[in-house]
């Protein structure tokens, strides 16, 4: 089995940082790609950035220049700076795990809500 935490939500001020962890354990061969995703109240899950072994990262438009990924291992962070009120949501992240004789599967944390309020 894999297991994906993730840490460091939390309530913050409209222009202020946060920066989210993902740990990823278990059982499994490697992990390709972690990935945040973003689900604000009525809307869809989105993807806010990806990290991926050998393509490197990539991110939403909307959050080009504010937010940046990283990974150590099997642990990615999610910085998060110049935060605006939009950005309010639950936070996922997300690997694409290699296990032994199965398919890549991904693989979710249960979410870590962060709120941008003055």
């Known amino acids: 089995q894999v297991q994906v935490m993730e840490s460091g939500g939390g309530l913050v001020q409209p222009g202020g940082s946060l920066k989210l962890s993902c740990a990823v354990s278990?059982?499994?061969?490697?992990?390709?790609?972690i990935a945040w995703y973003a689900q604000a109240p009525g809307r869809q899950r989105e993807l806010v950035a990806r990290i991926h072994t050998g393509t490197g990262t990539h991110y939403a438009a909307s959050v080009e220049g504010r937010f940046s990924i990283s990974r150590d291992g099997n642990t990615a962070h999610l910085q998060m700076n110049a935060l605006k009120p939009e950005d309010t949501a639950v936070y996922y992240c997300?690997?694409?795990?290699?296990?032994?004789?199965?398919?890549?599967?991904?693989?979710w944390g249960q979410g870590t809500q962060v709120t941008v309020s003055s």
């Open positions: 278990g059982n499994f061969f490697s992990i390709s790609t």
């Open positions: 997300a690997a694409d795990a290699v296990r032994v004789g199965r398919p890549l599967t991904k693989y």
